[in-house]
């Protein structure tokens, strides 16, 4: 006879919707999340408006909604969840590059926030946080959430606007002479940028700064 978790025991089983577009993260939360005896995945989406249908239809304690996502994103149908199904607690699962989007998801009503490249003891902890009716931010997101700025709002405009024509191949002679200031300042900028960023090269804060959407 297979042992019983304490949880499970005490009829606190819970009830989980996966929501993410891509196939293969659904599939790898649902076998994760099989390997802990209390939590039982009950439907899937892989999108916003399938998952506010589903919830309201199955009830799940826990939706583990992702972000980005074609249609209605998770910010969206999180606004919807909290609304129409205000028992399920929704736990944000974002990629790191997407901390911008905090600010948002707090407005969302979200109980909780994970990072998708958290361990699985991570994982199963903000689950349970937020089934029982706590808030859960993942250890490596509370940077974001104590500071309240992300690192485009680090970036003044001048900042962004010389980030961007370095990233279009310019050096600082034609930054300077675009800008109509001097490559002195362009220099001071630019130090500034790779600190900011916490970036080694141009070329490094460049990367950075594309991943985190701060420039096109």
């Not at 989007?101 to 003891?121: C, M, N, V």
């Not at 946080?129 to 680090?154: I, Q, S």
């Amino acid at each position: 006879m297979n042992a019983t978790s304490p949880e499970s025991a005490n009829g606190k089983e819970i009830t989980c919707l996966v929501v993410d577009d891509h196939e293969v993260v659904r599939e790898g939360l649902r076998l994760s999340l099989s390997r802990a005896p209390h939590i039982r995945v009950i439907g899937e989406a892989a999108d916003g408006a399938t998952a506010v249908t589903l919830a309201e239809r199955r009830r799940p304690k826990v939706v583990i909604m992702d972000v980005r996502m074609p249609g209605m994103d998770g910010l969206e149908a999180t606004k919807l969840l909290t609304a129409r199904v205000p028992d399920t607690a929704v736990l944000i699962f974002t990629a790191y590059s997407e901390r911008s989007l905090l600010g948002r998801g707090l407005d969302s009503g979200a109980k909780g926030y994970i990072l998708k490249e958290a361990p699985h003891q991570t994982l199963l902890r903000a689950i349970e946080k937020v089934a029982g009716g706590e808030g859960y931010v993942d250890p490596a997101l509370m940077p974001a959430f104590l500071t309240g700025k992300d690192k485009d709002d680090m970036l003044t405009p001048r900042e962004r606007e010389i980030l961007q024509l370095l990233a279009d191949g310019m050096s600082n002679a034609d930054v300077a002479t675009r800008l109509f200031i001097s490559q002195e300042t362009v220099k001071s900028h630019v130090r500034h940028i790779l600190a900011k960023l916490e970036a080694d090269t141009r070329t490094h804060a460049v990367a950075i700064a594309l991943r985190e959407a701060i420039i096109d």
